[in-house]
């Protein structure tokens, strides 16, 4: 059983829908990470988030520590907002290693 | 821009042939790290170093080796490629003890081995 899963593994919405995109994880962790992928591009950090709420333009991450669960929220979707977003724990530890979901693949259509 | 580079961005290996990726990062981070990416999987650690002149292995360390011999650096080589290590291969790099936590991801390198 993978240690971070995340669902659903593919979103489809139609522009302006609010979207949820969840993750729960099994160990403890010190920190949870939310990033984004374009289809055949990089990897960008959204959020870290260790306990509480994040908000950033559009975007919104929650942590629910006891509950091992995160989920990751965007308002008013846009097409560009399309990508693979994905969950990455940190263990405790000094070398700050994630573990990865699998990726939550959203489309957003006009 | 001040980030993290990967050099190939593409390459086409035949079976048996070796091949070094280049990672370089102009943040002064003391953290580098790299990730595999396949189909149906979360990216998965090779191997990653906490500093200059040291490395470690991670979740799929196997056919590869790596080098730190300068902070900004960290190099991934593959002695012999096989088919199995066709694969999408992310450098990454963190900043030691920072609170906001923030990793830089390079922009990935697609390798085929054929």
């Known amino acids: 059983k993978n240690e971070v899963e995340q669902s659903p593994q593919n979103l489809t919405a139609q522009e302006g829908e609010f979207i949820t995109i969840n993750c729960s994880y099994s160990?403890?962790?010190?920190?949870l990470h939310w990033l984004q992928q374009h289809p055949g591009g990089g990897i960008v950090s959204l959020f870290m988030?260790?306990?509480g709420k994040k908000k950033h333009g559009r975007l919104i991450a929650t942590i629910n520590i006891q509950e091992k669960h995160s989920s990751l929220h965007i308002t008013a979707s846009h097409p560009r907002d399309s990508a693979v977003y994905i969950c990455?724990?940190?263990?405790?530890?000094?070398?700050?290693?994630?573990?990865f979901g699998k990726g939550t693949l959203l489309t957003v259509n006009p | 821009n001040a980030g993290v580079t990967q050099t190939p961005k593409f390459r086409v290996l035949k079976t048996g042939q070796s091949m070094t990726l280049l990672c370089a990062q102009d943040?002064?981070?003391?953290?580098m790290y790299w990730y595999r990416q396949d189909p149906g999987m979360g990216l998965r650690l090779i191997h990653y170093?906490?500093?200059?002149?040291?490395?470690a292995k991670g979740e799929v360390p196997d056919g590869y080796n790596v080098s730190r011999l300068k902070k900004q650096n960290f190099l991934l080589g593959l002695e012999s490629a096989a088919p199995s290590q066709t694969s999408v291969y992310f450098c990454?790099?963190?900043?030691?003890?920072?609170?906001?936590?923030?990793?830089?991801f390079g922009s990935g390198t697609r390798l085929t081995v054929v």
């Open positions: 943040m002064n981070h003391e953290y």
């Open positions: 988030l260790s306990s």
């Open positions: 990455a724990v940190r263990s405790g530890g000094s070398n700050y290693k994630l573990t």
């Open positions: 160990v403890g962790i010190s920190a």
């Open positions: 990454a790099s963190r900043e030691q003890g920072a609170l906001h936590g923030g990793y830089t």
């Open positions: 170093s906490v500093g200059e002149g040291t490395t």
